[in-house]
T-cell receptor, first 113, second 115 residues
């Protein structure tokens, strides 16, 4: 069965530091890949998505993600985090464009002042 | 702005008392989803509508029902809420996947408390 793994439940970084959140998936072909962010008590907001083409994807709020087929990974990065980036981040995968999305368990990001 | 709206944002009900959560969209998307999200967990898909076609997840309890009277509105009915049903309920939409995108757009959620 397809699955999405976010190995880090919590990550803490200092404001201004760089960030990388990990995501691995298990699926043979190239799936549709997403990163969503959820602030406390809010719905999910799409940060970026990858369907095909350039493997480095730019998203909103200064985030980017890189698809690495050889590692089955789609890690999210930001060069300098802001206190407002503190939230829960979900990686998600859809095997095909007409398949439902499978969410990872999420990584909660904490920002130190 | 086109959006997904959920009402109410907070709902308190009593154990066993039926409750209905509402979702509306101005995006004119074909697909509407209902997710249940418990604290510190990923959203769990309950069911979705592709236009009028209802698709129930195999592990969704019978206690949960849904209605989609038109393209814009979708309702989640919990017939006899138990304490374990207390959660955030998220509505999402997506355009016709065959048009090339299965990106989902989420509403702000309804936080359900069961007393």
């Amino acid at each position: 069965a397809q699955s999405v793994t976010q190995p880090d439940i919590h990550i803490t970084v200092s404001e201004g530091a760089s960030l990388e959140l990990r995501c691995n998936y298990s699926y043979g072909a190239t799936p549709y890949l997403f990163w969503y962010v959820q602030s406390p008590g809010q719905g999910l907001q799409l940060l970026l998505k990858y369907f095909s083409g350039d493997t480095l994807v730019q998203g909103i709020k200064g985030f980017e993600a890189e698809f690495k087929r050889s590692q089955s990974s789609f890690n999210l990065r930001k060069p300098s985090v802001h206190w407002s980036d503190a939230a829960e981040y979900f990686c998600a995968v859809a095997p095909n464009r007409d398949d439902k999305i499978i969410f990872g368990k999420g990584t909660r990001l904490h920002i130190l002042p | 702005d086109a959006m997904v709206i959920q009402n109410p944002r907070y709902q308190v009900t009593q154990f066993g008392k039926p409750v209905t959560l509402s979702c509306s969209q101005t995006l004119n998307h074909n697909v509407m989803y209902w997710y249940q999200q418990k604290s510190s967990q990923a959203p769990k898909l309950l069911f979705h509508y592709y236009d009028k076609d209802f698709n129930n997840e195999a592990d969704t309890p019978d206690n949960f029902q849904s209605r989609r009277p038109n393209t814009s509105f979708c309702f989640l009915d919990i017939r006899s809420p138990g304490l374990g049903d207390a959660a955030m309920y998220l509505c999402a939409t997506s355009p016709n996947p065959l048009a090339g995108s299965n990106e989902q757009f989420f509403g702000p959620g309804t936080r359900l408390t069961v007393l």
